[in-house]
């Protein structure tokens, strides 16, 4: 029982005393809108994302969490954005985000309506900028300035 307990405080230990490894998607359509969900959490635009699953890589990961969230499928990964790594970026927990652009098509819809309450293509121009999600706001300034961050 002892060793149990051991194994169990320790793995306690690096879930809460790591951060946690997530990803962000600027998803870009055809016509160069750019694709937001509304979250259910907070009711806020935010890029589509999500946690990277144990055994998956990143490439893995922003095709599930987009289709999921989006309904939409990648085309083309495109160019990384950045790493965000900063303990205050995500109120839950401590995560670090990797985001990258990705050429998308389809038609946006609601696949998961516990995680997403809307799913829209916004005109770059018509984005909700300082009002968005986490560090959103940041993230898509950066991935219209052309920069690549590490954070």
């Given amino acids: ?3 149990w307990w051991h194994f169990a405080q320790t793995v306690i230990g690096i ?7 997530g990803t962000s998607v600027v998803p870009v359509m055809p016509d160069g809108s ?6 259910s959490d907070n009711g806020k635009w935010a890029l589509p994302g999500g ?6 890589n990143i490439t893995t990961t ?22 965000y790594s900063s303990p205050e970026r ?3 927990v401590h995560s670090v985000c990797v985001v990258v652009e990705a050429k998308v098509n389809g038609v946006p819809h609601i696949q998961d309506r516990n995680e997403v ?6 005109p770059p121009d018509l984005i909700p900028i300082g009002t968005l999600s986490h560090d959103h706001d940041q993230q898509l300034q950066d991935y219209f300035r052309g920069a690549i961050v590490l954070d």
Avoid: C, S, Y
């Fill in 117 to 122: 309450l809307d799913v829209k293509a916004f």
């Fill in 34 to 39: 750019i694709v937001l969900v509304r979250r």
């Fill in 62 to 83: 922003i095709h599930r969490e987009l289709e999921e969230e989006t309904g939409l499928k990648i085309t083309q990964v495109g160019r990384l954005v950045g790493v």
């Fill in 15 to 21: 879930i809460f005393r790591h951060p946690v490894l």
């Fill in 51 to 56: 946690m990277v699953n144990w055994g998956e």
């Fill in 1 to 3: 029982m002892r060793r």
């Fill in 90 to 92: 995500d109120g839950r």
